[in-house]
Every structure is written in C-alpha cells, then in structure tokens.
C-alpha cells in the first residue's frame, strides 16, 4: 500500500526568505515522488518529480526537493519566497511494487507568502 | 495540444438527477483517472483506467461509474446524485508503461465544480 503526509494545513513565509513544505511517504517498494502546485479555481499543474538518480531534484518556477529515503521525506523547498508563490501545494508517491498504476496524494498545505 | 479538457465547468443538480461529466486528452495517454477535491481531504481517486477497455475502483467509487471505449475518453457518470458528491472533479491523464517512469506525471484537467441540492 502506498500512503502520503503532508504534516503541515499552512506554512506561512516572508517574501525573501527560504520556504519548506514537508511530506513524508510509505511505500512497499521503491517510490515515485511528486509534487503539484494549485493555484485558485485551476487544476494541478506538476512541479517536479523524483524517479532515480540524484536525491536532490530541481523543477519548475526555482522550487527544488530533496529525497531522503532513510526518512521517508521528500520535502519541497525554494531558497527565496515569492508572494507569487502563494497556492496549495500537493505531494504525491506512487509505489513501483505492487501494480501501483496511479499515485496517491496527500491533504495539501495551502503556503502563504507574506509581502 | 488543449491538453486535459474536462465539461461542464460548473453545473448544479438536484438529488436523484443523473449526469456525466465529460474529461478527454489529446496526448495518446494511456493512463486517466478521475478525482474528487474536497476541503481538507485533498485528492481522492475515484476511478482511474490503464488503457481503453480497461477501468477500475479507486479509494471512492460508491455512487460513480466510468468507461474507457477510446484512449482520448474517460467519462464519469453520477448515477443519482446525492449531496455528498458536491466537490470538485479533477480528470487526470498520464503516460503508462510506454513513456517509461521518466515520463510519468500526471496532466490535470482544469475542473468541474458540482453541486447537489
């Protein structure tokens, strides 16, 4: 079975200063990670995503996230907040055993940039 | 490419009236799935396919029904609607196993906002 926690309903965050937003996942296997971001009254749109290889992904808009597989955690994170940052942001992990075909997502933490 | 199209945008029923809502892509995707959106629960997968022919429940399937005749289409049908079922649905599309797990993420539709009275 494949689960996902997104700790966090809020984060709130300065304009300029660095941002996180945590997830932690479960996985018989191997995961696929993925993070979305939504904006009001739109669908997802896909940020980035961990497959294999470096722990460390880059991915749309200067948002990266680490893989840590000892921890289970798949955090997103951006060096600098934009106001323009402000949305609800999805992680989502599909397991590579199991038939997984189709990823599970967590609640959602709405970030808040502050001017 | 439009992408993940998804009608209507919004639309009021009443409880007990039937509807489908309406969701294609125009990417050869094999994988579609469906999902519903609601305060604090986040993403819920209804029901989702892995090709045409092919669907299957996924964690809230009571009360919808899917079919997958084509690979473009993959329509959600409210049998009777019921207050619970006002949400937001999201129709999702992806690649299957032949894009490779490099190619993998999912594409959303824009949404169709349900109420039910």
């Known amino acids: 079975a494949q689960s996902v926690a997104q700790p966090e309903d809020q984060v709130n965050v300065a304009e300029g200063n660095p941002l996180t937003v945590k997830c932690t996942y479960s996985?018989?296997?191997?995961?696929?990670l993925f993070w979305y971001v939504q904006y009001p009254n739109r669908g997802l749109q896909f940020l980035l995503k961990?497959?294999?290889?470096?722990?460390l992904v880059k991915g749309s808009y200067g948002f990266e996230a680490e893989f840590n597989k000892s921890q289970t955690s798949f955090h997103l994170k951006k060096p600098s907040a934009l106001v323009s940052d402000s949305a609800l942001y999805f992680c989502a992990v599909r397991d590579t055993s199991g038939g997984s075909y189709i990823p599970t997502f967590g609640r959602g933490t709405s970030l808040i940039v502050h001017p | 490419n439009a992408g993940v199209t998804q009608t209507p945008k919004f639309q009021v029923l009443k409880t007990g009236q039937s509807m489908t809502l309406q969701c294609a892509q125009d990417m050869n995707h094999e994988y579609m799935s469906w999902y519903r959106q609601d305060p604090g629960m986040g993403l819920r997968l209804i029901h989702y396919?892995?090709?045409?022919?092919?669907?299957d429940q996924g964690e809230v399937p009571n009360g919808y029904n899917v079919s997958r005749s084509t690979t473009e289409d993959f329509p959600l049908r409210l049998l009777s609607a019921a207050p619970s079922q006002t949400s937001v649905y999201f129709c999702?599309?992806?690649?299957?196993?032949?894009?490779?797990?490099?190619?993998?993420?999912?594409?959303f539709g824009p949404g169709t906002r349900l109420t039910v009275l």
């Open positions: 999702a599309s992806s690649y299957g196993a032949s894009g490779g797990p490099l190619n993998n993420e999912q594409f």
């Open positions: 961990y497959i294999t290889g470096d722990n």
């Open positions: 996985v018989s296997g191997n995961p696929y």
């Open positions: 396919s892995v090709g045409a022919g092919i669907t």
